[in-house]
């Protein structure tokens, strides 16, 4: 060895931009977080080109040459098998069915780690916490409900195929009022991101401003897309709006329902929520909903120790990464996979 210090850069594929970090062999964060724009829409050997540039912007920003660069970890915003995306979610469609791990190590020429944006997110929520030493469970509704394990030291758990954790897939026992399970957007029905999700907000809102009690609801006053109309429930909830309420606290009950089962897998000992509820004004209230359904499905040792009720058994916190979270992660993954020896 010359001695030369190695770096290892994450990077964060999302539907409009890639992030990128880097950090050095001691998991130290090294510069600033950069961005470029993924065009993912546009084929994956565009996309590849962006991440090329993503990179040589990271090492020249940090007076650096890509020799220098020991490991990248790639993550991606569709499920992947070993390096294979399978799903095309956001992406163009010839991304599905390449291993696009393999695909991407060839052109960068250095050692490359892939895995998709929830295990990301969730090794970049153990790396901001680096007094923490057990696991951690994240699960984060967004558009769908993603989420991803890391183990105790912070390695990512990923199982045999990279198919482990899709926490919003997991079925539970509630209903509509009409007794029907509702569709999910994988094609089952009854799944947990089909009541914890923007999707799902999107079908309840529908639902409940049919209803003759909410007749005069505000958002029963224009005919703007119920898309729309749902993305206006977290400020309206904000401000007191019973009916946005209503709505939320049910998703919490029914995501805290969720949770508790994956304690009961998992015993994680630390779940960090993420998604776009971590900023708003009510997440103490959310919290709140989320730890009823949790008490209400979960053995009380889930909660404490049986031998120190003051020993908390499952702590909740939020997320506290930020937008840098997932390029982060992944940096950290690399420096853990390629920087011994
Ligand atoms: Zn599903």
Request: net charge negative; glycine share 12%; charged share 20%.
């Amino acid at each position: 060895m010359s001695g030369t210090k190695k770096y290892f850069a994450g990077l964060d594929i999302g539907g409009t931009t890639i992030k990128s970090m880097l950090v050095d062999e001691q998991g130290e964060v090294v510069g600033e977080m950069l961005e470029v724009r993924s065009h993912v829409d546009e084929g994956f050997r565009r996309t590849f080109e962006q991440l090329i540039a993503a990179v040589d912007a990271l090492c020249e920003a940090n007076g650096l040459s890509r020799d220098q660069l020991a490991g990248v970890g790639l993550d991606v915003p569709a499920p992947s098998c070993d390096g294979v995306i399978w799903s095309k979610a956001n992406l163009a469609q010839d991304w599905v069915g390449v291993n696009i791990a393999k695909e991407f190590e060839a052109v960068i020429g250095v050692p490359l780690y892939m895995t998709n944006d929830g295990n990301a997110a969730a090794a970049g929520e153990y790396a901001v916490r680096p007094d923490y030493e057990g696991s951690l469970l994240m699960a984060a509704p967004g558009t769908g409900l993603a989420g991803g394990l890391v183990l105790p030291g912070g390695r990512i758990y990923e199982g045999a195929n990279g198919l482990s954790l899709e926490v919003g897939h997991n079925s539970v026992p509630f209903r509509e009022d009409d007794g029907s399970l509702p569709q999910c957007t994988c094609g089952q029905v009854g799944c947990v991101e089909a009541w914890v999700s923007l999707m799902a907000l999107r079908r309840r809102l529908g639902l409940e401003l049919e209803k003759e009690k909410w007749a005069g609801h505000v958002l029963n006053q224009d005919d703007a897309p119920i898309g729309e109309k749902a993305f206006r429930l977290r400020d309206l909830a904000q401000d007191g709006d019973e009916l946005s309420i209503e709505i939320f606290k049910q998703q919490g009950f029914i995501f805290g329902h969720a949770l508790a089962d994956l304690a009961r897998l998992f015993d994680p000992g630390l779940i960090v929520i993420g998604g776009g509820l971590a900023e708003s004004s009510f997440r103490d209230q959310y919290l709140e909903w989320i730890m009823e359904g949790f008490e209400s499905r979960a053995w009380p040792i889930y909660l404490r120790s049986p031998i120190d009720p003051e020993q908390v058994t499952t702590d909740f916190q939020w997320a506290s990464g930020g937008d840098s979270a997932a390029a982060l992660g992944m940096a950290f993954e690399a420096q853990m996979m390629f920087g011994e020896g």
